[in-house]
């Protein structure tokens, strides 16, 4: 199975700051990754597809890249609707496999 | 409008079984692809099973940790897909979401999910 190893678990932030989050995978996923964020009580929302694809209605303060292995999720300034969970997708092949998610707080 | 309504979940004990529904409205379901995802008290989110559509013979993909215990089928008729778990454990506790990369391709459409529980 594919491993997704993302980072940081947990992190506070000031709105207006740039925020990235970073998932690698453990074996070569292609652009096949997708972002979801999640707020309480909520089911996930995607935000990135194909690793580097606004998903509708996403502001375009979210931006999705990659680096190799690592691929990233950056809020370019960060507003406090942002304030939520957010979990990496590989769908390059089967099992699906999820990142461990990243708790984005208020500092 | 597109909707996802997952039942059929609650409180099960070791070694019960316990059947989940997602019925659906809003897209042409018999064409789509249809999974299921659970997330633990944790938060972390494990994708389990994919059902594929009649042109695709139906083709079902698992998780290992499930693999055995639990299956995935579909009704067209009915644009409702089920999740029948047999020897449940404790770590199957979880909410369970149905979800569709269908019109999006990108897993754009959630149900609101259902809890199950599973405790002596």
Same mark, same amino acid.
């Given at each position: ?107 | $409008? ?99 990369? $269908? ?18």
């Amino acid at each position: 199975d594919i491993q997704m190893t993302q980072s940081p678990s947990s992190m506070s932030a000031s709105l207006g700051d740039r925020v990235t989050i970073t998932c690698q995978a453990s074996q070569d996923i292609g652009n096949n990754l997708i972002w979801f964020q999640q707020k309480p009580g909520k089911s996930p929302r995607p935000m990135i597809y194909y690793a580097t694809n606004l998903a509708n209605g996403v502001p375009s303060r979210f931006s999705g890249s990659r680096s190799g292995s690592d691929y990233s999720l950056t809020i370019s300034s960060l507003e406090s609707e942002d304030m939520a969970d957010y979990h990496c997708l590989q769908y390059k092949q089967y099992p699906y496999t999820f990142g461990a998610g990243t708790k984005l707080e208020l500092k | $409008e597109v909707q996802l309504v997952e039942t059929g979940g609650g409180l099960v004990q070791p070694g019960k079984s316990l059947k989940l529904t997602c019925a659906t409205s809003g897209f042409t379901f018999s064409t789509a692809w249809m999974h299921w995802v659970r997330q633990s008290p944790e938060k972390r989110l494990e994708w389990i099973a994919r059902i594929k559509d009649k042109s695709n013979n139906y083709a079902t993909d698992y998780v290992e940790s499930v693999k055995g215990r639990f299956t995935i089928s579909r009704d067209d008729s009915k644009s409702s897909v089920y999740l029948q778990m047999n020897s449940l454990k404790e770590e199957d506790t979880a909410t369970y979401y149905c979800t569709t990369p $269908e019109g999006t391709g990108y897993f754009d459409f959630w149900g609101p999910g259902t809890m199950v529980t599973v405790s002596s």
